[in-house]
């Protein structure tokens, strides 16, 4: 698959540019794999982080540029360091020896190609426990189906059902037809068959992630209409935990927190309304931090 980088179509954009050559298309991503760090993430879903953590892998640049990224010296700016595919696959062992619950891979999209080799790579030293794929939603349906058999869980954004709105604030077109289908795709693969350990942590499924934006409860109410009318045995996370950061604060609409009132409207439409049977949403703290996870 590393040759699909000489006419780069991975993701939507389809720049169709030679990564091989050191062109340089949308996402920023060169032919060399680009990460941030690596760590034990404890603040994921219960689900995925259980109680040793999450192995995260954060990958540099982004086939997005959402104006309230969270992690936009990465996403955005691209921080980070260059490394070979051979050093990610031994960063996969390093995390396994590490005792994690799973390989998760946050914002990989760029990478498919590389990550694939290394898995396979990873694979042959013993990585056996989950990977993860923690991605945005806006792929390419092939590229999703490229990643079958290497993938054990799949944890996509679903953002917006609004497409003025993924074009105003994450400069994309098409963002719900695009997301909609790439999700089917990973419903098909691990959706029908999801398996937990006999400590409640996930290691096959999906967990769809929503993050509710303030004054646009519309959009997070038809976001979670989609879901139930199409897949309601899905695991849903509704995230409460926006605050303004990087351009956000340029955007009258979305230069503030959610407030309580926003909140209390999308667990009441969450719980009365629909038929989600894996419903899992943030409560509202006075900051960031205070966020408490529970299942509804």
């Given at each position: 698959m590393?040759?699909t ?10 720049c169709?540019?030679?990564r091989?050559?050191g062109h ?6 060169k032919?060399t794999v680009?990460?941030a ?6 603040f994921?879903?219960?689900?995925i982080?259980?109680?040793?953590g999450?192995?995260?892998?954060f990958f540099?640049?982004?086939n997005?540029?959402?104006v309230?990224?969270q992690n936009y010296e990465?996403?955005?700016?691209g921080?980070g360091k ?12 390093e995390?396994?020896?590490n005792?994690?619950?799973?390989i998760?891979l946050v ?7 590389q990550?694939?080799e290394a898995?396979?790579i990873?694979?042959k030293?013993?990585l ?13 349906v ?5 990643l079958?058999?290497y993938i ?5 954004d679903?953002?917006?059902a609004?497409?003025?709105?993924a074009k105003?604030?994450?400069?994309v077109?098409?963002y719900?037809e695009?997301?909609?289908?790439t999700?089917?795709?990973?419903y098909?693969q691990?959706g029908n068959d999801?398996?937990f350990?006999?400590?409640?942590v996930?290691q096959k499924?999906l967990i769809?992630r929503h993050?509710v934006?303030?004054?646009?409860i ?9 879901i139930?009318?199409n897949m309601c045995d ?8 926006y605050?303004?950061t990087y351009?956000?604060?340029e955007f009258?609409?979305i230069?503030?927190?959610l ?7 999308i667990?009441n ?6 038929n989600l049977?894996?419903g899992?949403?943030q409560?509202l703290?006075e900051h960031e ?8």
């Amino acid at each position: 698959m590393l040759k699909t980088l000489e006419k780069c179509t991975i993701c939507p954009h389809n720049c169709k540019i030679n990564r091989i050559q050191g062109h340089i298309g949308r996402c920023k991503s060169k032919n060399t794999v680009k990460i941030a760090l690596y760590s034990t993430h404890n603040f994921e879903e219960p689900c995925i982080s259980g109680k040793k953590g999450s192995g995260t892998v954060f990958f540099s640049n982004c086939n997005l540029n959402c104006v309230f990224c969270q992690n936009y010296e990465i996403s955005q700016k691209g921080r980070g360091k260059e490394i070979s595919i051979n050093q990610l696959a031994k960063i996969f062992i390093e995390q396994q020896e590490n005792d994690v619950e799973n390989i998760n891979l946050v914002t990989p999209t760029s990478y498919v190609p590389q990550i694939i080799e290394a898995i396979k790579i990873a694979k042959k030293e013993g990585l056996k426990i989950p990977i993860v794929y923690n991605t945005n939603g806006y792929e390419n349906v092939e590229t999703i189906k490229n990643l079958e058999g290497y993938i054990d869980i799949y944890l996509p954004d679903l953002k917006y059902a609004d497409n003025l709105l993924a074009k105003r604030l994450s400069n994309v077109d098409n963002y719900f037809e695009i997301a909609t289908s790439t999700i089917k795709e990973m419903y098909r693969q691990v959706g029908n068959d999801t398996i937990f350990n006999s400590y409640g942590v996930m290691q096959k499924g999906l967990i769809i992630r929503h993050l509710v934006l303030p004054n646009n409860i519309l959009n997070s109410k038809k976001v979670l209409k989609w879901i139930n009318d199409n897949m309601c045995d899905v695991f849903v996370s509704v995230m409460a935990q926006y605050f303004p950061t990087y351009k956000s604060r340029e955007f009258d609409d979305i230069s503030r927190k959610l407030n309580k009132k926003e909140f209390k409207e999308i667990e009441n439409y969450l719980i009365y309304k629909l038929n989600l049977q894996n419903g899992y949403i943030q409560e509202l703290g006075e900051h960031e931090e205070e966020y408490v996870p529970k299942w509804t």
